[in-house]
DNA sequence: TCTGATAATGAGAAAGATTATCATTTGCAA
DNA sequence: TTGCAAATGATAATCTTTCTCATTATCAGA
């Protein structure tokens, strides 16, 4: 059983400066969230947060998890598998973005500043104003070529 | 009802072509799809499918649209609302990106020899090759400035 | 600090999309 | 034309996510 109070996490604080009510429960996923650093679905998120406290619900948090989304906190991503996915929505510098192992799955972010503003300059033209970016691609590991084999 | 017979519809020869049984039914979803130039849903497909052969049953196009997807004749898309959106799959050129309104949902199509290089190159750096991008912005419209007002 | 209105939670039912089951039918190679 | 493996139709089952509603907790104000 981890130690979610004393000082809130960041996205607690976050929480709270949305106006947000600030629940035991929703303190203990922001924690959940702020100790994350890869892209948990829900059922994997309440498994984190059963962690904390064991009495929360699963309803629990696909209702925090929508509210964290549609507040700017939480982004949803796809990664193809069925189940949504979130990581914690980046500041206001840069996106980041996603390649996919097409083997194992696994996921590595990367960011790129020619790309953001590459794709800036598209969408302008194109008469519109981005809002967000979805991006992953999916990609198979080189083979190595051996030293000389 | 259309007809679905006689010449083959594009699809319908790559299906052959790649060596699946071509049943009546994987030849009237083929026509539907060569037919179309949109991205649907399921449901919207079995509701052209039904046109052309009243019989067909959902099942069915669940089924064939993942053996095409399978076998790279579709690709799956995901424009978000809950439910997989098809098209029918880019050649050996440039792939194709969408662009969604983000207020009416409209999908707009945009190739961007640019973007694929940047992308495969981007890839490539990190040790992979480049199988397939999932790429989507969402923008929003931007307000026309009126000449003068 | 206590109280009450209001909103959040828990548990499970319900909804929506997709896949599996299985008896029947069909495509296609021999 | 025949036979067999594979595909289909109808529907049940599954999986993820949302909804319902009785209970509980938060937080502003007294």
Chains 1, 2 share one sequence.
Do not use: W
């Not at 949305?18 to 035991?24: D, H, I, V």
């Not at 203990?28 to 998120?45: G, Q, W, Y």
């Not at 979805?134 to 198979?140: A, D, I, P």
């Amino acid at each position: 059983m981890k130690e979610p109070n004393s000082p809130d996490s960041p996205l607690a604080d976050l929480c709270r400066q949305r106006g947000l009510k600030l629940t035991g429960q929703r303190r203990t996923i922001a924690f959940v969230l702020s100790d994350s650093d890869d892209h948990p679905d829900v059922e994997e998120l309440y498994r984190r947060a059963v962690e904390v406290d064991p009495r929360i619900s699963i309803a629990t948090v696909y209702r925090t998890v929508r509210l964290f989304e549609e507040n700017g906190i939480l982004q949803r991503r796809d990664f193809g598998g069925g189940r949504a996915r979130y990581e914690v929505a980046d500041g206001d510098h840069g996106d980041h973005y996603h390649l996919i192992d097409a083997d194992t799955g696994k996921v590595i972010e990367f960011e790129n500043a020619e790309l953001d503003a590459l794709l800036d300059g598209i969408v302008r033209q194109m008469g519109y104003d981005l809002v967000t970016t979805r991006l992953s691609v999916v990609g198979r590991r080189k083979a190595k070529p051996r030293s000389r084999g």
